[in-house]
Nanobody, 115 residues
Framework: QGQLVESGGGLVQAGGSLSLSCAAFLNFISHFAMGWYRQAPGKQRELVAVVSTGGSTNYSDSVQGRFTISRDNAKNTVRLQMNSLKPEDTAVYYC?????????WGQGTQVTVSS
């Protein structure tokens, strides 16, 4: 436990921005695909964005064009820049690291967007 630690969540008004950060206490971080997921109350956890080991990115349709995921292997961090936030973005956001059979999750950070 404790391999991934998220920070940066909070309360923001609709249209605002937040930046989430994930500190990865893992060896060989460059081998892991890194992603952000979210889970709203009463809903299943869903993929928000993922960045591969090679740096290519993928986003859910709901955040495409508004969110940006990036990774810094030298600093063992992954960031999620969230712009033009909407109330429907309200959720607990989780960092994920995946490599082969290894699958790590952070404890989550709450993002609340008020209308």
């Amino acid at each position: 436990q404790g391999q991934l630690v998220e920070s940066g969540g909070g309360l923001v008004q609709a249209g605002g921005s937040l930046s989430l950060s994930c500190a990865a206490f893992l060896n060989f971080i460059s081998h892991f695909a890194m992603g952000w997921y979210r889970q709203a109350p009463g809903k299943q956890r869903e993929l928000v964005a993922v960045v591969s080991t090679g740096g290519s990115t993928n986003y859910s349709d709901s955040v495409q064009g508004r969110f940006t995921i990036s990774r810094d292997n030298a600093k063992n961090t992954v960031r999620l820049q969230m712009n033009s936030l909407k109330p429907e973005d309200t959720a607990v956001y989780y960092c994920n690291a995946r490599w082969g059979g290894l699958d790590y999750w952070g404890q989550g950070t709450q993002v609340t967007v008020s209308s």
